[in-house]
């Protein structure tokens, strides 16, 4: 059965200089109904203030997939890796066996903030060590197209890899009026980063909301002024 979230309806959550939303329960947010699709375990949205973010912490265990919307965020990490990531640009961190990473805007010059998507799925695989990928992707997205940016599915020849089999992460930008289909899956997570679109057999999404889906595939159009979205194709669930 669907289930569509309003942004609005999103637990949110702030810090000096970054305000959140979550699709999931995260952090002090706990919703035991609430806590993971298929094997999609976080989909934050992110706005940060230039020279602010979020200082060193752990993961482990843990694909992390960024998506900036606008501006740009640096990012560091124990193992030596290092990144300014920026639209057009998919990045992953594999924390693996344990990993220490900060993410900053470090924008003071213009004081513009950053905007973006990250999103959290397991691994098929405890016990490998931390990785780091980022490859640009914006040439692909110019055609409209439903695009793959990050799998462990090899039928999907995805922009980076990801610890995960059973998921692919697609991207699309659309212009107003344009459709894609989203593919049939068992577990499906479509956020709307940008703009509107009509889904079918779900209605009207905005800037903000998601819909998880279970089975059928789905066409999706574009409102008068375009729309970016991002959706999870999952073919396996936690426990599954």
């Known amino acids: ?36 699709h298929g094997v999609l375990l976080a989909c934050n949205s992110e706005q940060v203030s230039a020279g602010l973010g979020f200082d060193t912490h752990p993961h482990r265990a843990v694909e992390i997939v960024t998506w900036v919307l ?16 920026y639209p057009d640009l998919a990045q992953r961190m594999s924390a693996g066996t ?9 924008r ?25 990928e ?12 439903l695009v ?9 020849d995805s922009a980076i890899r990801i610890g995960t089999r059973g998921a692919t992460l ?18 499906g997570h479509l956020y709307l980063a940008e703009g509107t679109a009509e889904v079918e057999a779900a209605g009207a999404l ?6 998880r889906t279970a089975g059928d595939a789905r066409r999706v159009s574009a409102g008068p002024d375009g729309a970016q979205l991002l959706f999870w194709e999952m073919h396996t669930r936690l426990g599954g």
Do not use: K
Not at 17 to 36: A, I, K, L, Q, W
Not at 98 to 106: A, C, T
Not at 148 to 156: N, Q, Y
């Open 148 to 156: 793959p940016i990050a799998s462990g599915d090899p039928a999907h």
């Open 1 to 36: 059965m669907d289930r569509l979230v309003r942004s609005a309806d999103r637990a949110a959550s702030s810090m000096p200089g970054v305000r959140s939303r979550h699709c999931f329960s995260f952090g002090d947010h706990y919703d035991p109904e609430n806590t993971h």
């Open 108 to 132: 003071a010059v213009d004081g513009a903030d950053v905007r973006f998507v990250q999103m959290w799925v397991l691994p098929d695989e405890a016990g490998t060590p931390p990785s780091y």
């Open 134 to 145: 980022q490859r640009e992707v914006g040439a692909d997205l110019t055609g409209g197209a």
């Open 206 to 211: 905005s800037d903000g909301d998601s819909l």
């Open 170 to 187: 697609h991207a699309a930008r659309l212009a107003p009026g344009a459709v894609v289909e989203l593919p049939e899956a068992p577990y």
């Open 98 to 106: 344990g990993v220490l990473h900060s993410e900053r805007n470090d």
């Open 70 to 85: 606008s501006g740009s965020l640096v990012h560091q990490d124990s193992e030596g890796h290092s990144g300014l990531v």
